[in-house]
C-alpha cells in the first residue's frame, strides 16, 4: 500500500514539472502577450549609459528607446512591472539575442544586412543619421566646416571612422565615450562632437548641459533603428503594428520630443516618422 503511494506520488510529481515544463517554454514563447493572462513578462535589451534614449538611473530607466521598449511591450500584453531591463551594449546584442538572454532589444540598434544574418529586425522605429553637435554660437554647419578643427567621438566607432575616411582635415580626438568628449567641448578643448543626431540630442538635453550645445542638423548618413529579435522570432508582425500605432497617436512623437528638451533638436523629417520596412 505505502509503495502503490510512493509511486503515485512520483507519477504525480513528474507530471507537474512537465506541466510546468511545457507552460514556461509556453509563457516565454507566447506572442502578443494578452494571451497569456496579463503574466507575461519580456526581458528587453536596453543601454543603460546614454542620456535621452537609454539610461539606468539607480534602476529607474529613462529615453526614447524605454519609451518606445514600453509601448510595444504594453501592446503585446505586457505591463511595464513585468519588463525586465537588461543592459545591451552594442559589442554583446548579437549573443545577447542568440543566447537567449533577451526576448527584443531596444538600443540604437541599426538595421544592417549582416546583422540581418544573425538576428532578425522589427521597424525601424526611427530612422537617425550622423550629426555634430557644436556650442551653441559655434558657426560649423556641417562636416565640410570641419578643416583645422579637433572633433571628438568615440574610440573605434563607425562615426568616427567615417570622419577619418572621409574628412582627412579634420583633427580627430578620440574618447571612450560621448560624456567624456561633450565635457571636453564644454572646457573649449574640442570644437564639435560627432554621432548619431538623437545619440547627440540626448547628451544636450542632460540638465547640466542644457543650453549650452546645439545639434547642426545637417546629417550626412541613415542608420535605421530596428527592434532586435532572435532568429526566427514570430514578434515582428504585432511589434510593426505597435510602432504604427505610437506614431499614429502621437506618443511617438512626445517621446522624442520630451527625450531631447533643452538640446535645439529636431528630427530629420524626410525620413522621420519610419514606416516598418516588411517582417521577412
Same mark, same amino acid.
Given at each position: 500500500?505505502?509503495?502503490?503511494?510512493?509511486?503515485?506520488?512520483?507519477?504525480?510529481? &513528474?507530471?507537474?514539472?512537465?506541466?510546468?515544463?511545457?507552460?514556461?517554454?509556453?509563457?516565454?514563447?507566447?506572442?502578443? +502577450?494578452?494571451?497569456?493572462?496579463?503574466?507575461?513578462?519580456?526581458? &528587453?535589451?536596453?543601454? !543603460?549609459?546614454?542620456?535621452?534614449?537609454?539610461?539606468?538611473? +539607480?534602476?529607474s530607466y529613462?529615453?526614447?528607446?524605454?519609451?518606445?521598449?514600453?509601448?510595444?511591450? $504594453?501592446?503585446?500584453?505586457?505591463?511595464?512591472? %513585468?519588463?525586465?531591463?537588461?543592459?545591451?551594449?552594442?559589442?554583446?546584442?548579437? %549573443?545577447?539575442?542568440?543566447?537567449?538572454?533577451?526576448?527584443? &532589444?531596444?538600443?540604437?540598434?541599426? &538595421?544592417? *544586412?549582416?546583422?540581418? =544574418?544573425?538576428?532578425?529586425?522589427?521597424?525601424?522605429?526611427?530612422?537617425? $543619421?550622423?550629426?555634430?553637435?557644436?556650442?551653441?554660437?559655434?558657426?560649423?554647419?556641417?562636416?565640410?566646416?570641419? =578643416?583645422?578643427k579637433n572633433?571628438?567621438?568615440?574610440?573605434?566607432?563607425?562615426?568616427?571612422?567615417?570622419?577619418?575616411?572621409?574628412?582627412?582635415?579634420?583633427?580627430?580626438?578620440?574618447?571612450?565615450?560621448?560624456?567624456?568628449?561633450?565635457?571636453?567641448?564644454?572646457?573649449?578643448?574640442?570644437?564639435?562632437?560627432?554621432? *548619431?543626431?538623437?545619440?547627440?540630442?540626448?547628451?544636450?538635453?542632460?540638465?547640466?548641459?542644457?543650453?549650452? !550645445?546645439?545639434?547642426? $542638423? %545637417?546629417?550626412?548618413?541613415?542608420?535605421?533603428?530596428?527592434?532586435?529579435?532572435?532568429?526566427?522570432? *514570430?514578434?515582428?508582425? *504585432?511589434?510593426?503594428?505597435?510602432i504604427t500605432?505610437?506614431?499614429?497617436?502621437?506618443?511617438?512623437? =512626445?517621446?522624442?520630443?520630451?527625450?531631447?528638451?533643452?538640446?535645439?533638436?529636431?528630427?530629420?523629417?524626410?525620413?522621420?516618422?519610419?514606416?516598418?520596412?516588411?517582417?521577412?
Amino acid at each position: 500500500m505505502r509503495n502503490t503511494r510512493y509511486a503515485a506520488a512520483a507519477v504525480a510529481a &513528474i507530471a507537474a514539472l512537465t506541466l510546468s515544463a511545457c507552460g514556461g517554454g509556453e509563457s516565454a514563447e507566447t506572442e502578443g +502577450g494578452g494571451e497569456s493572462g496579463g503574466g507575461e513578462s519580456l526581458r &528587453i535589451g536596453i543601454k !543603460f549609459d546614454q542620456p535621452g534614449l537609454g539610461y539606468d538611473e +539607480g534602476g529607474s530607466y529613462s529615453g526614447f528607446d524605454v519609451d518606445v521598449a514600453k509601448y510595444v511591450a $504594453g501592446e503585446l500584453g505586457v505591463s511595464e512591472e %513585468n519588463i525586465e531591463f537588461v543592459e545591451a551594449p552594442s559589442a554583446n546584442r548579437e %549573443n545577447l539575442l542568440s543566447n537567449n538572454q533577451v526576448d527584443m &532589444i531596444f538600443a540604437t540598434y541599426s &538595421i544592417t *544586412d549582416t546583422r540581418k =544574418e544573425t538576428v532578425d529586425f522589427a521597424g525601424p522605429y526611427f530612422v537617425a $543619421g550622423q550629426d555634430l553637435l557644436v556650442p551653441t554660437d559655434s558657426d560649423i554647419m556641417g562636416p565640410e566646416d570641419l =578643416e583645422g578643427k579637433n572633433l571628438c567621438s568615440v574610440t573605434g566607432s563607425t562615426s568616427a571612422q567615417k570622419i577619418k575616411d572621409q574628412y582627412p582635415g579634420v583633427q580627430l580626438v578620440e574618447q571612450p565615450g560621448y560624456a567624456e568628449c561633450v565635457t571636453a567641448m564644454g572646457g573649449g578643448q574640442i570644437d564639435a562632437v560627432t554621432t *548619431d543626431d538623437i545619440i547627440l540630442a540626448g547628451l544636450a538635453a542632460q540638465e547640466s548641459n542644457a543650453g549650452k !550645445f546645439k545639434v547642426v $542638423g %545637417n546629417t550626412f548618413s541613415e542608420e535605421k533603428y530596428g527592434v532586435g529579435l532572435p532568429k526566427g522570432s *514570430d514578434r515582428c508582425e *504585432d511589434i510593426n503594428a505597435a510602432i504604427t500605432k505610437m506614431i499614429d497617436d502621437g506618443a511617438w512623437e =512626445e517621446a522624442i520630443t520630451s527625450n531631447t528638451e533643452g538640446a535645439d533638436y529636431t528630427f530629420n523629417a524626410e525620413l522621420n516618422p519610419p514606416t516598418p520596412e516588411p517582417c521577412a
